[in-house]
């Protein structure tokens, strides 16, 4: 029985373009590699996050910032 892919979440920084996704083959075929180096023939699964719609709606200043350093 063949094992099952391996479920990889991508996570990118704020504000990385999410409607121009050609970073993304870089990022598989990173993971590939790598992943090929540990178990060759190992498949695996790629989810890319997409959330900078979230930040878009919160602008955040210089007093958030702050605030958050000090925690």
Known sequence: MPAKPLRILCVHGVNTPET????????K??????VA???????????FARYNDLFRGTPLGPLDYVKALAR
């Open 20 to 27: 121009d996704t050609i970073w993304q083959d870089g990022w």
């Open 29 to 34: 075929q990173a993971i590939e590699l790598g």
């Open 37 to 47: 180096r540990w178990n060759p023939g190992r498949k695996v699964e790629l989810v």
